[in-house]
Each structure stands twice: as structure tokens, then as C-alpha cells.
């Protein structure tokens, strides 16, 4: 058996779209062991193809070298290949430093002598599950969807706590990472709120708790106890509980949306400023929803996709004219 060292990327979403790739590892042998950042991990033990998680140890940012060096030298002599997902010269290092005799990734940020398989970057966006499984060496990486498993027996304690039963509650997830350009509106968000007839769930990281409070406010001013909070206040394995034991999930393109398509529940996905083309909720069950795919929406949106952090033209039309209205009509 190949004992196989995986780092992950430091990204909830990525992390979910690495694992068809882990997945297709684990069905010809190799037994698998993830080096992920703590607040990653948890993604990395709903997938039953992982036999290990290692929490690496690093803050975000900087080499950091001195606790890569001490780290590599614990884990010397347990691994006979690494795939190296991240495209940075700190997620190659650890592999190197503890002489893993095979090191496959991308090429990227002189990593040249880092690395002893080194695939080109693709010049376009592909779609990200298939970039990632591309480092396997198979083909027939489009049909490939990311699966997450949480089992009853895990949803039950934080459903417990909360005072929430399964399926009884809609899950809001209104954050996103990279910036306001991908965030559909507070004011729409609590217009759906108040308009759907389950209770919402609200979720994210602690900087998007007042985000979350501003959404609910309204919602729970008219209609007390409608809108639970808990941005911040939740660990990520219990979000990914609330989340598989949801009715249904509305998000941004984000993790949680990412989330949300692995464990295969009813989800809408909102898309503004980034493109469903390539990172899309790979999920039977997602309605997406993006104005630049949309025949009947005039004048077309020809700024769509602009990747940007902030609408560049100031209008925001492309989430700020998908109206609460049509969200729900998703839901169906």
C-alpha cells in the first residue's frame, strides 16, 4: 500500500472540491493522510476515504520555516509520495523537508526543485474539481462531484442543543471571503427570511456575525425568534451538521456553498461577480442563479464576470436585481 501525504489548500471551499481527487487515490490503494490547516480539517474527516488528518501547526501567511523543518523530521520516513495541492513554495516545502520520495503538484512560485512531478498550470479557469483531480494522473475528471457524509448520530447533538429538528429550518449562509462583490445583499436576504415559512438558521465566521445580526434584525423584529444567528458562534463541524440536517441552504458562491453541494442538500446558489463556469455547487439538487446567463435580464451584464472584490462600476446589478422573489421561486 502507497501511504500518501495530501496538504491541503487553506480554503473550506477548495478544500471540498479536492475531494473527488482523494476519492479516485483511495479506490486504487493508497491510504491516504491530509496536512490541513485547523479550521480545514473538519471538512477533511467527513470524507471516509481519509484514514488521517494532520493539523498543521502554521499561522496564515509568512515560510514560517522552523516549524515546517521541525514538523517534517517527525513525519521523516512515514510517506512515499505527496500531492501537493496549494500552488505556494510553503505548501511544497514540508514534503521536501521530510524527503518524500515522490512530490506531485503544480507548477508555481519556483517550486521547480521542490517538486519531482510538476503538471502545468492550465492557462484558463477550469472547473476546480477537475483541476485538483488532475494531479491523480486519470482522465474522466468532469464527471466527478465532491460527496461529504454526516451521519445522524452526528447532526443530533447540535441540533439538540440548538433546539432545531431535522429539516425544519433553512439555512442562510450570506458571507463570502473575497468581498462585497460576491455578497447578495443583507436587505434581500432578510426580505427571503421573512417571506419563507421554515425558520433560518444564519451561519458563518465571526466576521460576518454583524452581517448575519443585520439580516436578522428586522426578520425577528416583526416576527420574534424567526432568525438564529450564529455566526461565530458555531464550530465548523457543527456547521457542516446544520448544514446536512437543513431543508434547504441559500449562500453565495462561497465554502459553505460548496458545503452545502457535497452533502447534497436542496441549495440556491447566488452568483455575482465570480461565475458558476468555474466554480459551480456540483450538486443535482442547486438552483443557480446569475444574471449573465440570463436571456431575459436587459441590458445584458457584459462586466460579468469581473472577479473583483468590488463592483468596479459602482451598481452592483448583478446581485442587487436578483430579488428576494426570485430566490424563493428557486426553492421551489
Not at 476546480?128 to 466527478?144: C, I, Q, R, W
Not at 429550518?169 to 447578495?184: C, I, L, N, S, T
Not at 461565530?232 to 458562491?253: E, R
Request: charged share 20%; with cysteine; aromatic share 6%.
Amino acid at each position: 500500500m502507497t501511504n500518501a501525504l495530501v496538504i491541503a489548500p487553506q480554503w473550506i471551499g477548495d478544500a471540498v472540491m479536492t475531494e473527488p481527487l482523494l476519492r479516485r487515490l483511495h479506490a486504487r490503494g493508497e491510504r491516504l493522510t491530509v496536512g490541513a490547516l485547523p479550521w480545514v480539517a473538519p471538512v477533511y474527516r467527513a470524507m471516509p476515504q481519509v484514514a488521517d488528518v494532520i493539523e498543521f501547526p502554521f499561522a496564515h501567511g509568512g515560510l514560517q520555516f522552523k516549524a515546517r523543518r521541525s514538523l517534517a523530521k517527525r513525519i521523516e520516513g512515514q510517506f512515499d509520495r505527496a500531492y501537493v495541492l496549494p500552488n505556494s513554495l510553503k505548501s511544497a516545502l514540508l514534503p521536501f523537508l521530510a524527503s518524500i520520495p515522490e512530490r506531485i503538484g503544480y507548477l508555481g512560485e519556483a517550486r521547480v526543485g521542490l517538486l519531482t512531478h510538476r503538471l502545468r498550470n492550465p492557462k484558463d479557469k477550469p472547473p476546480m474539481v477537475a483541476f485538483y483531480s488532475a494531479l491523480s494522473g486519470e482522465t474522466g475528471l468532469e464527471a466527478d462531484r465532491p460527496q461529504l457524509r454526516i451521519d445522524a448520530a452526528e447532526m443530533a447533538p447540535t441540533l439538540k442543543e440548538l433546539g432545531l429538528r431535522q429539516g425544519g429550518y433553512v439555512v442562510f449562509a450570506p458571507g463570502a471571503e473575497f468581498g462585497p462583490a460576491k455578497r447578495w445583499p443583507a436587505r434581500h436576504f432578510s426580505e427571503l427570511a421573512a417571506r419563507l415559512a421554515l425558520p433560518v438558521v444564519l451561519l458563518g465566521s465571526g466576521k460576518e456575525a454583524l452581517l448575519c445580526d443585520e439580516i436578522a434584525a428586522p426578520v425577528n423584529a416583526s416576527q420574534p425568534g424567526k432568525c438564529l444567528s450564529l455566526a461565530g458562534k458555531t464550530s465548523l463541524p457543527q456547521a457542516l451538521a446544520l448544514i446536512a440536517a437543513s431543508h434547504a441552504t441559500i449562500s453565495n458562491d462561497s465554502g459553505l456553498m460548496h458545503v452545502a453541494a457535497a452533502l447534497g442538500v436542496p441549495q440556491v446558489a447566488i452568483f455575482g461577480s465570480s461565475s458558476p463556469l468555474h466554480t459551480p455547487p456540483l450538486n443535482d439538487r442547486a438552483s443557480v442563479l446569475w444574471l449573465k446567463n440570463d436571456p431575459a435580464y436587459q441590458p445584458p451584464l457584459d462586466c460579468s464576470p469581473c472577479f473583483q472584490r468590488e463592483c468596479p462600476l459602482g451598481h452592483m446589478r448583478c446581485l442587487n436585481d436578483i430579488g428576494a422573489g426570485r430566490v424563493l421561486a428557486a426553492l421551489g
